[in-house]
């Protein structure tokens, strides 16, 4: 079953993180979504935070480890915000579970095949070597070769955690995404289909949603709006939490 944080009452509304996050990005919306009458299931998908580890990584195994928990939390009906990988998962669940599905946002990603493009932050991660009992200081300078972005970097080493005493370690499954790395790009099935209100917003300064994309768009969510946030790239939820909060929440109300 997969980890979660949970806050408030009311509708079910998941948030489904990106490749190499987890639910610990978001927990700063929780009071938020929660005061608007929402009850925030913040998830971790397999082989990335507290969630269990697995060598099948696919799209259709993480859409189903999102019915499974629906199944477990008795949750008829969701509202689903998806960000970058998280949002690929979430058209893949809608599209196959519309009935589960009342309002569907998916965050700077579209439909669409994406080529590989995490070479340089999978080099980084792999240049760590743990058996050399790095401290965290130690890990950021090996880090920054390969991922100067500050930001960037920050966002990864979200993910160490201390396995025993002195001894750190990443909590997503690296072997795995090492093996399995264009999986992230997989395109939704020509014949996925969601009728339901669907928000797609992107950042400004972000390439993953084009202009030239919203025709493909429509074909797969004929009911979908588009929003573009300005001056935010693709972390557009961290960059400027303040209006992605008020554009989700007017759309999922």
């Not at 189903?64 to 970058?84: F, Q, R």
């Not at 790095?134 to 955690?161: A, C, H, W």
């Not at 990443?170 to 099935?189: H, Q």
């Amino acid at each position: 079953m997969l980890y979660s944080r949970i806050e408030g009452t009311g509708k079910p509304l998941l948030i489904i993180h990106g490749f190499l996050g987890m639910s610990d990005n978001w927990k700063s919306f929780g009071a938020l979504y929660a005061a608007e009458g929402f009850q925030l299931h913040t998830l971790d998908l397999r082989n990335h935070g507290k969630s269990f580890h697995s060598d099948e990584f696919s799209y259709d195994s993480m859409a189903n480890d999102v019915l499974e928990y629906c199944k477990e939390h008795a949750l008829e009906k969701v509202a689903i915000i998806g960000h970058s990988m998280g949002g690929k998962v979430a058209m893949l669940f809608a599209t196959t579970y519309p009935e589960k599905v009342e309002k569907l946002v998916v965050a700077d990603i579209g439909p669409k095949y994406y080529a590989p493009h995490h070479q340089d932050i999978l080099a980084g991660l792999n240049a760590v070597d743990f058996s050399t009992k790095p401290s965290r200081t130690d890990v950021e300078e090996t880090l920054y070769p390969f991922i100067p972005d500050f930001g960037t970097r920050q966002f990864l080493m979200k993910n160490l955690y201390w396995k025993e005493p002195g001894q750190l370690d990443f909590r997503f499954n690296l072997k795995v995404f090492n093996e399995k790395t264009e999986v992230i790009g997989t395109a939704l099935s020509e014949n996925a289909h969601f009728d339901n209100p669907t928000l797609f917003i992107r950042g400004g300064n972000s390439k993953y949603i084009l202009d030239t994309d919203l025709p493909k768009i429509k074909t797969h969510f004929p009911n979908f709006e588009i929003v573009t946030m300005p001056n935010v790239g693709h972390w557009l939820h961290a960059e400027n939490p303040k209006l992605f909060f008020e554009e989700t929440a007017r759309f999922l109300k």
